[in-house]
């Protein structure tokens, strides 16, 4: 079984390559090979053991040679990734037919999920940063991909961004190099355990902290997000909400913060304002968005904040919670960018004060959208409840007050935007709207919701109810968000 | 800090040179090739870092010879070996945003990003 660890990293990658050869013979192979390939990646994700496991490339020992790890939280991860990519691999053979050059497409889109896979794998710390660079160029490409003005100006604007912050990390990975003489997690994790750490390796915690946070796009270096998610067509902003910023920017931040520089008061302090002003910020500008996917993208943003003040509490409940919501924002964000595709195809416009009534038109985007923002927004019985449930009471158990009627304020606010885009997207007749011309089909149902896109919807939509049955384990301990948070709560790696 | 030790530091004063050069010209630059050459010398910055912390003093090339002194002192060549990959990174950003460069070019006739930012006003 754990022979089968590398081939997450390598089949993408070799697929990606092939998909080019591949549509020689045939067009459609690049979407077949694709879906496939996450298919193939959710079921090798499914068998791995939850406990902890190192491979060592080339059976090299731990400090001379190449490691991969796999705990809970990769495992999760990993989970996550090929569960999305799969969703978004079938809703890309309905929607991406408007644009030239598929196969391209889905090259991008496995080169995505190759960094992706690698940087949840990944053992050390360099390794950790190509892999990074590998989902990030991929995910500039795939930004501009539509090829619209905007696009480009979106994309160059996330490539100069993203280039810096890659220097930035970079600059902290070599001081930390210097400092220790060593890259790998664990063997890192042991040199620094014990040790307060000097003034350059606070530095160089810092240069990670801020390099890392713009690629999760925390409050203050959030601005090529609200550029980026729009510019890019609707099943990558999918995905890129869903899991690429948590897996190239949160959950390296997270791993590196609790298990290998050691968590202490002051970084949680650090985590919780970080986080909450990410969550007041997006919220806040999200409530004044007109164009459907800017305002889900400062959603996004504000989202990440919740997540991230939750792991400021420090504790097992406030992990646990940010964990879930984690997993949970990786259902609901990418249903209701799905459902922006669909709602920009039927109504040939992105401006909500331009559309109405589509609820006939899109009867079942209508439905999954309803239920997209009323999880999103921790309404019962959705999941999104539950993990907002389980913060607060973390908050509360923590002596945060003031955190926990905020989170619950914030709550408020994301229910009033998700209400917004109900109102204006989907009640009303269907008269107001004479001037827009669809761009692709002329709102007739078949065109606006095909089958492929139809159904990926649905399958999140079912994931917002299905999920919180994952609490029936106990609120303490939803099912395999536990062990992840359990990794982290372990502290830093033992040698 | 004697002035001695201070210039002893040279190669750190040539990467912060370097690294702030880069960084102004990012921020500061309207042009879209200029704010890419930025990025560059930016990158260039932390590889000249990575590079001058491998050498060791009175360290030679990390070659193991035979008639070398059982004592030898090499270099270390791991830094230089991580910033050929973290090369090939950068060039490839590199080139994807000269691509994009150049499809914005053929879309506004122009890269200066304050000239861009009319035009969109305008449309």
Redesign the interface.
């Known amino acids: 079984m754990n022979n089968l660890i590398p081939l997450l990293v390598v089949i993408p990658m070799g697929v990606a390559f092939a998909i080019p050869l591949a549509v020689r013979m045939n067009p459609r192979l690049g979407e077949l090979l694709s879906i496939l390939t996450a298919l193939t990646l959710l079921v090798i994700s499914l068998f791995l053991p939850s406990q902890e496991i190192i491979y060592h490339i080339g059976n090299w020992p731990t400090p001379d040679g190449i490691d991969l790890r796999v705990d809970g939280l990769s495992k999760l991860m990993l989970l996550i990734i090929s569960g999305l990519a799969l969703v978004v691999g079938i809703y890309s053979v309905g929607f991406i037919r408007q644009f030239t050059g598929h196969y391209r497409y889905y090259t991008l889109l496995m080169l995505m999920v190759t960094g992706m896979n690698g940087v949840v794998l990944s053992g050390d710390l360099f390794n950790l940063y190509i892999f990074v660079e590998i989902a990030t160029i991929a995910s500039y490409a795939l930004v501009a991909f539509g090829g619209e003005h905007e696009d480009l100006e979106a994309s160059f604007k996330y490539a100069v961004l993203g280039g810096l912050s890659s220097s930035v990390i970079l600059i902290g990975i070599a001081l930390v190099y210097g400092m220790t003489g060593t890259l790998n997690l664990t063997h890192l994790a042991s040199r620094l355990d014990g040790h307060v750490l000097t003034p350059t390796l606070q530095f160089a915690l810092a240069l990670l902290f801020c390099g890392f946070g713009l690629k999760s796009a925390l409050v203050p270096f959030h601005t090529w997000l609200p550029d980026a998610y729009p510019a890019a067509p609707a099943p990558i902003s999918a995905i890129l909400s869903g899991i690429t910023s948590k897996a190239i920017g949160l959950y390296v931040l997270v791993r590196l913060l609790f298990n290998v520089f050691g968590i202490t008061d002051d970084l949680l302090l650090l985590l919780r304002w970080s986080g909450g002003i990410t969550m007041v910020v997006g919220a806040l500008l999200a409530l004044g968005q007109w164009n459907i996917k800017r305002l889900f993208a400062y959603s996004s943003v504000s989202q990440v904040g919740l997540i991230v003040l939750a792991f400021g509490f420090g504790t097992t409940a406030g992990i646990v919670g940010a964990i879930f919501h984690l997993v949970n924002h990786a259902v609901f964000k990418p249903l209701l960018f799905l459902n922006s595709g669909a709602i920009e195809i039927a109504a040939g416009t992105r401006d909500l004060r331009k559309m109405h009534g589509l609820r006939s038109t899109i009867p079942v985007t209508a439905t999954t959208h309803m239920v997209g923002s009323l999880s999103i927004a921790g309404i019962p019985p959705f999941n999104g409840f539950w993990s907002k449930l389980i913060i607060v009471v973390a908050a509360v158990n923590a002596g945060f007050m003031g955190w926990a009627s905020l989170v619950v304020l914030m709550s408020i606010v994301t229910l009033a935007y998700q209400l917004k885009v109900q109102t204006a997207a989907f009640f009303g007749s269907n008269t107001r709207s004479p001037e827009v011309t669809p761009s692709i089909a002329t709102g007739s149902r078949s065109n606006a919701e095909p089958l492929f896109m139809a159904v990926p919807m649905i399958i999140l939509a079912i994931g917002c109810g299905a999920l919180s049955l994952l609490t029936l384990t106990g609120l303490d301990e939803p099912f395999f968000v536990a062990s992840a948070a359990e990794v982290l709560m372990k502290g830093v790696f033992t040698w | 800090m004697s002035t001695e030790q201070v210039l002893g530091l040279y190669n750190y004063w040539i990467v912060i040179f370097l690294m702030m050069t880069g960084?102004y010209i990012?921020i500061a630059r309207k042009n879209?090739i200029k704010?890419?050459i930025g990025?560059n010398i930016?990158?260039t910055s932390?590889f000249l870092?990575?590079i001058t912390?491998g050498k060791v003093r009175d360290g030679e090339a990390p070659i193991i010879r035979p008639d070398a002194e059982p004592d030898v002192i090499y270099s270390n060549p791991l830094?230089s070996v991580?910033m050929l990959?973290?090369i090939v990174?950068?060039i490839?950003?590199t080139a994807?945003?000269l691509a994009?460069?150049v499809?914005?070019r053929e879309?506004?006739g122009t890269v200066e990003e304050d000239k861009?930012l009319i035009l969109?006003r305008e449309?």
């Open positions: 960084f990012v879209m704010t890419i990025l930016f990158q932390v870092l990575y912390m830094p991580l990959t973290a990174v950068g490839a950003t994807l945003a994009l460069i499809r914005i879309d506004y861009i969109d449309s």
